[in-house]
């Protein structure tokens, strides 16, 4: 598709949903392991009301509006750091989307430039600390470059994806310095951040979504 | 999972309802029970709130009372409360004196509170925030602000809680708040893991004969994993490492707490305790006022800690002074 | 076996150094720590005693204290006191009015204190025995004198310690007593085994998947064995033995005791009365005075019981009646 | 030998402090089938302080003299159902011997007579309801018997000892109605009473001791 409309947005909520009761029971044992393995759940759970709220509110409330629901429901219903960040992140994106009847490329790099600017500051995360913000970065900046040489959403997303899956093997040799991970110290070094991983599941998503 | 459940999403609920129809002066707002007052605020009183996640009684809401907290939001164990609820808690509890919160050093909590006390400024409600961070074993010195808050927030809440019953100033609350949290520190030992309702089972595993110094109350790693020593042994190491924090001299007095983590009998408890006071004695350091059970659990965890709050005249006092929550007492 | 220990030969005498550490309201006499009375004794008031084994805690000797007991032996682990330790408590506590004996169930400590009376009648000190026999699970209706002493002792103490307190005669204190035990009764369910340290090893073995309902706290088998179920439907077989035993009517009131056996975390206690007070109400009867804690536990055993106290005036006014003692306050 | 004097007696202690060293386990689990394990412990620990004590106090001090410290040791120590049940029993068999130099067939039937009593009172418990009783009764009776024609110390104890074998094999098929294992009904017939097991030692023990 070239363009995400608001009855796509809603049907990639429900997307979103699938892949997050698919992906539950490898997120609690990711963040088992230097964490407390609660992200599967916390992630199946707003992802799921999420979808829920924004089907029931439908498509003709837009996609800025759509954005803000999914994002109070997720901040309601699961406020651990990652749901209040993600949730930070929907809302911002809701800010950056107003008035915008569809998503197109240039759009949905606003999305997540607004995005990452709402994890950065809510979390106070520097690059390199082994979270989130290490796949939401190269998500946006990569987004930037393929609106601004013109790409297609479909392109766009698919090279977006491409780079937040490099992105998220990088954040294996960083040192986590943020959430109960930190505690962990080296034992983090060699594994994945979950967080980062649940960057990276999102977009890959979306850009299948598109494709 | 032995457990006493029904379905475990309930978990937090159940408990609640069961909470709220043991405890009549305990009520909420909102029309969410995670939203937790006390029923008979006082005017122009300095509000404290606090929160956390679930799975931690008497933590967080179990200090929600006379002398101590007015309101706490919790959420699902081991899960920080939303934004929204903690806000909630703050307009009702907020008297025209400000509302401090008082809450771990954790991330998904600070995130919360931080945009609570946000919603809560865009009404006019002065909010500020101590944040404990007692646990001695999550970082190093220098490194203080990186440290969880364990079980030593009791000393946190029951000295600032008594400033307020005593009608001081938001400034003076913060100030004693502030000092309680930077005298206090805990160190934790944990036997055995706790299995979160949702998840079903154990959070780590951990050898027959084994146990880990300074584990976290979510079973975050600490920092020695070994043979299981003799309890004196056990707190020698443990009291080795909080001396080493404050300079205290003899005569100098201390609040102990000894805490259980669930499943640890009061029995073992004071047999830790018992050296713990052989060790001050050596210092010539006087326990002057001494709590042992549960005041900080994680569930079913096997497993103990000790905080240490280093005395002043004044915290002393309001260490001592009166209070009467549905968890805890004190006459 | 996962426990803070020294030499388990040392158990219960380090846990007592502990606990007089920790409570400077306690004493002891004979020069004999297991000889519990309390520091300020008053004058012209009916003395009472408690006393069996170790390994219980709170029970026997945290309920010595204001408006509640005067003194308490206690022994090993789930072992009795000797006839010689309840004699001294005996002796020290008697202010004139003569002393009660409360006491639960067991062979031991009923041959103990049995001798202990005979000790103390030679030196004319007037010694009456209520014995505590709210097991439900431990005999059928009409064998009560079989059944064993649990929990709802606490309601004993409570009751007779506060019409001690109010200066009744030990007539009287006997009676309300008698009446507080003959109104009492309660069912325990327990999930896992505790270790008596000197023995080192599980006390009985129960699959990873079942519950045991009517075990007794020394893990004396109870009623049935079976999967374990959702804790509402546990709650609601044990609530329709404790409802046939007693003729409860819409309107009555009572007092309900949700007590954790040692392992069983706080937050599943108030899931397991959240059950009991939705009975109730169905049922029109008033829980009007509900403790949901640690009251009486086997170490670390895992499980639960639920006491019911049947109320009338008298007992719904001294069970409400102000206590303070180290491990039990009520304001 | 023909009589016990009272540095035998003190021996004899000794020969019962090793004897529950060595059944200590044994003990604990026949306790532990229908009881709280503990038998095995209480026994070990009283009978390990009676030996101490009457070694300690002497020969000289006599025979009544040595058991009644014995019997006050053993409350001390181990104040169990069993414990204090000993512990009464040694004592009225200090009361049974007062004055005797030596303990012959006649005055050690004395002793074990005034040992049941003492139980018996003490405990309340009938014949039959499957108690350290069951096996003090043929106890005292047989040696009685024994005494009335005649037979020498060991022979008497010889005799005993057999009779009271027996009488713990009895206990297979009663039925519990006394202390923790009464909880356990249908399930104690075919197991050996634990306090009877106890019974049956130490008078094989002291037959073994006078053969
Ligand atoms: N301050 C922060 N800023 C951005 N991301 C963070 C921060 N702290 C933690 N995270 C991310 O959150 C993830 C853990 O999320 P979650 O399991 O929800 O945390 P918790 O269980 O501690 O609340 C980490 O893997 C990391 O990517
Ligand atoms: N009332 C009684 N009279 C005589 N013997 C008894 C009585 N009650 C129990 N016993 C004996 O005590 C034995 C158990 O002893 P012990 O383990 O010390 O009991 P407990 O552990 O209950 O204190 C039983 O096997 C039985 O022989
Ligand atoms: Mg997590
Ligand atoms: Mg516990
Ligand atoms: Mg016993
Ligand atoms: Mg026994």
Redesign the pocket.
Known sequence: MDAIKASDLIRLFETWKALFVEQRDFLISL?GKV??S??GI?MSKSFAAAAEAVAAEGEAAGISKLLRTAGATMARTAP????T?TATGFLRASKATEGAEVLGTAEVAGFWRAFRDG?AER???KLGDK???DVLDPIAVTLEAQAERGASLAEALAATSAAAAQALQSTKSMLAQ????AAFQEKTIGLQ????TVGYFLIRSMADFVG | MKKFLNDPVNFVDEMLEGIYGAHKELTYVADDKRCMVTAKPRAGKVGIATGGGSGHLPLFLGYVGDGMLDGAAVGGVF??PSAEQMYQVTKHIDQGAGVLYIYGN???DIINFDMAAELADLDGIQVKQVVGNDDVASSIVGEEHKRRGVAGIFFVYKAAGAAAAEGLSLDDVIRIADKARSRTRTMGVALSSCVVPEIGHATFSIGEDEMEIGMGIHGEPGISRKKLAPADRVIDEMMERIFAEQDYKRGDDVAVLVNGLGGTPMEELYILFRRVSQLLGERGVKAKHVWVGEFATSMEMAGASVSVLHLDEELDRLVAAPANTPFFKHV
């Open positions: 963040d964490g407390d609660d992200l916390t651990s750091t990652m749901g960040l994890v979390g106070k995360a979270t989130l913000l943020h959430g109960k991970a951040d979950a967080g980062a | 899960q920080s954790y991330s998904g």
